[in-house]
C-alpha cells in the first residue's frame, strides 16, 4: 500500500486520474493479463496538499496511483525554474499468478501541429521531450536498467535482479518499455508471483523551451525514483483528516 501512514480522506471517484500538462492531460492504464483496468477507479483517497491516491481492487491483485506535485529542487544558481512538475507513483501488489502486466502513461494522441516529439531517455531513464516554440515538456521514468536496480532496492520483485542481462539483449526479451509514438510510454513487466509488488515513477516537468535549451532543467527534473516521491510526500506535515487511512 503506498504511504499508509499518511491521512487521507475517502472520495468519490468522478473520472480518470491524470496529469495537466501544457500539451493535454497526461493519463496512465494498466494492463493485466489481457484485460485493462476501467478508467474509474474503485476507489480515491485525498492526502495532504491536494494529493490523490487512486485505488483499483481485483482478486488477483491491487494497484494504486499516487499523483503528486514535486519539488526537484533544482539549484537556482545552475538551473533554470520550472513553469511546473508533477509525478505519480504506481503500485501493483499481486495476489495471485498474473502473467503479463502493462502499465502506461500518455498524451493525447493528437498535438498540436507546432508540437515535435521524440525519445530523450538516458541510462537509467526512460523519456520522452515534446516541444513547441514556447514549451518543453519532459516525461520520465525507470527503464529497464532502473527497473532491475530498484528490485535491489525493495521497489521491485528481488527476483528481477537477475534480469539485468536482458537489459542489455533485448532479443530474447518479453519484457521492456516501449515509446510507441513518442507521445507516450507503456512499461511491460516480467510476471509477477503472489506476494510481489512493484513500483514506478512518472514524473512531467516543463519550461519555457528557450530556458529548457540552455540547461535541460526538464530532463533532469524527471529523474527520481519511486522511493524519493513517496519520501517527499511522507515528510509533509500531518493536516487532519476526515477519515482514518485505507485498510
Same mark, same amino acid.
Given at each position: 500500500?503506498?504511504?499508509?501512514?499518511?491521512?487521507?480522506?475517502?472520495?468519490?471517484?468522478?473520472?480518470?486520474?491524470?496529469?495537466?500538462?501544457?500539451?493535454?492531460?497526461?493519463?496512465?492504464?494498466?494492463?493485466?493479463?489481457?484485460?485493462?483496468?476501467?478508467? $474509474?477507479? #474503485?476507489?480515491?483517497?485525498?492526502?495532504?496538499?491536494?494529493?490523490?491516491?487512486?485505488?483499483?481492487?481485483?482478486?488477483?491483485?491491487?494497484?494504486?496511483?499516487?499523483?503528486?506535485?514535486?519539488?526537484?529542487? $533544482?539549484?537556482?544558481?545552475?538551473?533554470?525554474?520550472?513553469?511546473?512538475?508533477?509525478?505519480?507513483?504506481?503500485?501493483?501488489?499481486?495476489?495471485?499468478?498474473?502473467?503479463?502486466?502493462?502499465?502506461?502513461?500518455?498524451?493525447?494522441?493528437?498535438?498540436?501541429?507546432?508540437?515535435?516529439?521524440?525519445?530523450?531517455?538516458?541510462?537509467?531513464?526512460?523519456?520522452?521531450?515534446?516541444?513547441?516554440?514556447?514549451?518543453?515538456?519532459?516525461?520520465?521514468?525507470?527503464?529497464?536498467?532502473?527497473?532491475?536496480?530498484?528490485?535491489?532496492?525493495?521497489?521491485?520483485?528481488?527476483?528481477?535482479?537477475?534480469?539485468?542481462?536482458?537489459?542489455?539483449?533485448?532479443?530474447?526479451?518479453?519484457?521492456?518499455?516501449?515509446?510507441?509514438?513518442?507521445?507516450?510510454?507503456?512499461?511491460?513487466?516480467?510476471?509477477?508471483?503472489?506476494?510481489?509488488?512493484?513500483?514506478?515513477?512518472?514524473?512531467?516537468?516543463?519550461?519555457?523551451?528557450?530556458?529548457?535549451?540552455?540547461?535541460?532543467?526538464?530532463?533532469?527534473?524527471?529523474?527520481?525514483?519511486?522511493?524519493?516521491? $513517496?519520501?517527499?510526500?511522507?515528510?509533509?506535515?500531518?493536516?487532519?483528516?476526515?477519515?482514518?487511512?485505507? #485498510?
Amino acid at each position: 500500500m503506498l504511504l499508509p501512514a499518511v491521512p487521507r480522506t475517502r472520495l468519490r471517484p468522478v473520472g480518470q486520474p491524470a496529469v495537466d500538462t501544457p500539451f493535454g492531460p497526461l493519463t496512465f492504464g494498466t494492463t493485466i493479463g489481457d484485460a485493462g483496468l476501467p478508467l $474509474l477507479p #474503485d476507489e480515491l483517497f485525498e492526502l495532504p496538499g491536494g494529493r490523490t491516491v487512486a485505488r483499483w481492487v481485483r482478486p488477483a491483485a491491487h494497484v494504486e496511483l499516487l499523483l503528486t506535485p514535486y519539488d526537484p529542487d $533544482l539549484d537556482p544558481g545552475h538551473w533554470e525554474p520550472l513553469t511546473g512538475c508533477r509525478a505519480a507513483v504506481w503500485r501493483i501488489d499481486a495476489l495471485a499468478p498474473l502473467g503479463r502486466v502493462k502499465f502506461s502513461a500518455g498524451l493525447p494522441a493528437r498535438l498540436p501541429e507546432d508540437a515535435d516529439a521524440g525519445w530523450d531517455g538516458g541510462q537509467a531513464l526512460a523519456a520522452i521531450t515534446v516541444e513547441d516554440g514556447t514549451t518543453r515538456l519532459t516525461v520520465g521514468g525507470d527503464d529497464e536498467e532502473a527497473i532491475c536496480c530498484a528490485a535491489f532496492e525493495g521497489e521491485a520483485p528481488r527476483q528481477w535482479t537477475a534480469l539485468r542481462g536482458e537489459v542489455y539483449d533485448r532479443s530474447f526479451s518479453t519484457w521492456g518499455v516501449d515509446f510507441g509514438d513518442h507521445h507516450g510510454m507503456s512499461w511491460t513487466l516480467p510476471p509477477p508471483e503472489p506476494g510481489d509488488h512493484c513500483e514506478l515513477p512518472v514524473v512531467a516537468a516543463w519550461a519555457p523551451a528557450e530556458a529548457a535549451e540552455r540547461c535541460a532543467n526538464t530532463w533532469y527534473a524527471v529523474m527520481p525514483s519511486s522511493k524519493t516521491l $513517496l519520501a517527499q510526500v511522507a515528510a509533509l506535515p500531518a493536516q487532519r483528516a476526515d477519515a482514518p487511512a485505507a #485498510d
